[in-house]
């Protein structure tokens, strides 16, 4: 069984349960060094890490068909664009359609569940993504993001995510090359508390410069990256968001520091969130502002989205 159609899947759910962090949880593992380019995109490759990358896969699957939970997943494809393949040395292999299609595998193998269960493609900004400064202009990201969202279109992925995004300008390049594939797309921001992306863009600019930017427009809004917290703040800022920003950000991956990007990046040691706080303070998001899609990202793990899912559920 396959899940419907994504935009059908959004609308016949009012509360879906994300899955938790990944390339954190791997860097944490002294056998799954990530690659300098792909980070974990190349671990298909490796018997070893491809096994340490399927057992966290796992765990969220096992979680969401425990509770009978909508569940929200990405594929491993967060850097693997073009450049970053060939630097690494692995021009030859199909990246994108490999990581989606072995995913696509593991979710058909929770049977009658599967149905319950979407995938999607993931695509991260050129640069890092704690630095707007390195942000691509719209038309050059265009052309740059358009090789990969074009693979993991052709693969199957059920919708494309931009994700982790620091700056609007990018954003509209790939907003604009995701389109282009036909397939249901989101866009994931980083933002302040002050209601902004991390170049200052106020999101109630964003989202009206990108839901005008062409046809079709993104099929919705998340916030990633980002501690419940600041979140909660941003969306509820009075100058820079508004309704329609908290009618079109329908989810957050969040992570569990309550510290600015700067700060965050320049941790040694991960800052964790004890789970039942985190998935408190999730709920309340959901029940206060409606966001539906709920899952983590750096500092969460199985324990965290464990706790939420027994709230949700």
Not at 278 to 296: C, E, N, P, T
Request: proline share 7%; glycine share 8%; with cysteine.
């Amino acid at each position: 069984m396959f899940p419907p159609a994504f935009p059908d899947f959004l609308h016949r759910h009012s509360c879906i349960l994300g899955e938790g962090a990944v390339i954190e949880r791997l860097r944490r593992q002294p056998a799954t060094v990530l690659d300098p380019y792909l980070a974990n995109s190349a671990f298909l490759y490796d018997p070893v890490k491809q096994a340490a990358l399927e057992a966290i896969y796992r765990q969220y699957l096992q979680i969401g068909r425990t509770h009978d939970l909508p569940l929200f997943m990405t594929a491993p494809t967060w850097r693997a664009n073009a450049e970053n393949i060939a630097a690494a040395g692995c021009g030859g292999l199909d990246v994108n359609a490999d990581n989606l299609r072995r995913l696509q595998a593991l979710r058909a193998a929770t049977g009658p569940y599967a149905a319950k269960v979407v995938i999607g493609g993931l695509i991260g900004c050129r640069g890092d993504a704690y630095r707007p400064e390195e942000a691509l202009a719209a038309k050059e990201a265009r052309v740059f993001h358009a090789w990969q969202a074009d693979r993991l279109a052709a693969a199957g992925a059920d919708f494309l995510l931009g994700i982790t995004l620091p700056a609007l300008c990018e954003a509209t390049g790939l907003a604009a090359a995701m389109a282009a594939t036909g397939r249901p797309f989101l866009l994931s921001f980083v933002v302040r508390p002050a209601g902004t992306l991390l170049d200052g863009t106020p999101l109630k600019e964003a989202i009206a410069t990108l839901d005008a930017g062409g046809q079709p427009q993104p099929t919705a809004y998340l916030i990633n990256c980002t501690h419940p917290d600041f979140a909660r703040a941003a969306l509820c800022h009075p100058a820079n968001s508004s309704p329609l920003v908290r009618q079109r950000i329908i989810g957050l991956l969040a992570n569990t520091a309550a510290l600015n990007p700067e700060a965050l990046d320049g941790q040694k040691h991960l800052v964790e969130e004890e789970p039942a706080r985190f998935a408190h303070a999730m709920l309340d998001l959901h029940r206060d502002l409606g966001l539906k899609i709920l899952g983590g990202c750096c500092g969460t793990d199985d324990r965290h989205i464990r706790a939420l899912a027994g709230l949700l559920a």
